[in-house]
């Protein structure tokens, strides 16, 4: 292999210079606003409806130029997530408000099978997955009588049934934060004016509160990044939370009424935010995590008050792409708006806040030695994960010495191969955040 391989820890900050200009495209005919939005690796995926609330089905449209919509089908049912749980965006899932209530494409949306949920769910509602754990997805169930969360591994194949939330519980109120195999958060709301943020550690098995959070307000949304396991959400019309290992750490209230946050893999460091000010005015922002100052994200965006924001929010999407510096965001009545922020996204290393890094050599050809500083090393394995969030490459590592270790990885994946040129993390021994190394040709 000849590569040049550059590591350090990781900090990005947007320049919110001219170049990033949110561009419009305009929704398929008849559309008026979408209820479901994913950004997948090559295409965008939307569920549309028009002025009446008529659902018109699930379209799709390349990520770069979302110009020629293509109709998947679905029309007259609404459609209320659409998540891509697989290695690529030809795996697909729709959540609908019908029965069966899950449906499942292995082809980018050319076929679609349904996926009936025990036992005997007929609703679903959102889903709750992760690039970094592929074929992995959390959804949850309704009938008449229970109402509980599921887990599939096999991309929606088959679905694991758990009642942990309690009757009371609602999955019309329900959003998922996936961060490893293991551990997910969901963020939960009742007809009772009450709110849970609930854990699983144990791939959805047992359910218990987190941190005995609990919250009198609608959960807007929830957001994480799988690099550290830390996540963010916003609670209510003005406050939001960050949590990071399993601490409260932040409070926001840039906006007054929150549409959606986004913690992108491709800028774990960045938060970014999208609502309207007290003006009726639409706004997305960025703050540095951990707190920081909320800027303006890119120019272009409509200006134009927007009519009862509050009524709307289920109307308004937001989204990041998986693998590259790409947000969208969905205007009712407006269009879809794209954002590139890979010319404007500044990449920074500074110091390990619990330890510290020496890499030797760098730029390198070949083999690369991460030689780490700092107290109560962990002695597992350390992960290797591309910017899709997907592990490629497991390091062995002997008990790390008291006061320091050395990691070394040659540039391969777990079958021996060459990496492709780009971005790649590297887990810290020391629990900070990760290492970040840039593969070129």
């Known amino acids: 292999m000849i590569a040049r391989l550059a590591f350090c820890f990781l900090v990005m900050v947007p320049s919110l210079g001219t170049a990033s200009v949110w561009e419009p495209f305009a929704f398929p005919a008849d559309a008026r606003n979408s209820t479901a939005l994913l950004l997948g690796e090559h295409f965008v995926f939307a569920a549309f409806e028009d002025s009446t ?3 018109l089905g699930v379209f799709k449209a390349t990520r770069e130029k979302p110009t020629d919509w293509t109709y998947l089908g679905f029309a007259g049912v609404p459609i209320r997530d659409i998540a891509s749980p697989g290695a690529s965006d030809q795996d697909l899932l729709v959540c609908k408000a019908a029965n069966p209530p899950v449906e499942r494409s292995s082809d980018g949306g050319g076929v679609w099978q349904p996926q009936p949920l025990e036992p005997d769910l007929d609703y679903a509602i959102s889903f709750g997955s992760s690039p970094g754990v592929p074929g992995l997805v959390y959804t949850s169930g ?3 009588d229970t109402m509980g969360i599921l887990r599939s591994v096999d991309l929606g194949g088959t679905w694991d049934y758990w009642e942990r939330c309690g009757g009371c519980f609602s999955p019309g109120y329900l959003h998922y934060s996936v961060t490893s195999i293991n551990h997910a958060i969901a963020v ?7 709110g849970r943020l609930v854990e699983t550690t144990d791939s959805g098995t047992t359910w218990s509160m987190y941190n005995s959070v609990a919250f009198s307000a609608y959960p807007v949304d929830l957001a994480s990044t799988p690099l550290t396991a830390e996540f963010a959400t916003y609670i209510g019309e003005e406050t939001g939370y960050v949590w990071s290992s399993g601490q409260y750490v932040g409070f926001y209230r840039p906006l007054l009424v929150h549409i959606g946050i986004e913690w992108p893999i491709w800028n774990p460091s960045q938060i970014y935010l999208v ?9 997305v922002l960025a703050a540095p995590h951990p707190l920081g100052q909320w800027t303006p994200v890119g120019t272009g965006l409509p200006t134009a008050s927007i009519p009862d924001p509050s009524e709307q929010v289920s109307q308004f999407q937001f989204a990041a792409a998986p693998g590259v510096p790409q947000l969208a965001l969905s205007v009712p009545g407006m269009g879809l708006f794209l954002l590139d922020l890979s010319e404007v996204v500044d990449v920074q ?3 390990d806040p619990q330890g510290s890094v020496t890499v030797f050599p760098t730029p390198s050809s070949g083999k690369i030695d991460f030689s780490f500083a700092g107290q109560n090393l962990r002695t597992e394995a350390l992960r290797i994960w591309d910017v899709y969030g997907r592990t490629i490459r497991t ?6 010495r008291e006061g320091g270790a050395t990691v070394s990885w040659d540039g391969t994946d777990g079958r021996g191969r060459d990496v492709p040129a780009g971005v790649y993390f590297l887990e810290s021994p020391t629990g900070g955040r990760p290492a970040r190394a840039v593969i070129v040709d």
């Open 53 to 55: 609330g008529l659902p």
């Open 142 to 144: 309704s009938n008449s």
């Open 395 to 400: 390091l062995n590592t002997s008990p790390f």
């Open 188 to 194: 939960l709301y009742s007809g009772f004016d009450e």
């Open 349 to 351: 290393g500074v110091g």
């Open 275 to 283: 609502g309207t000010d007290d003006d009726d005015r639409l706004q």
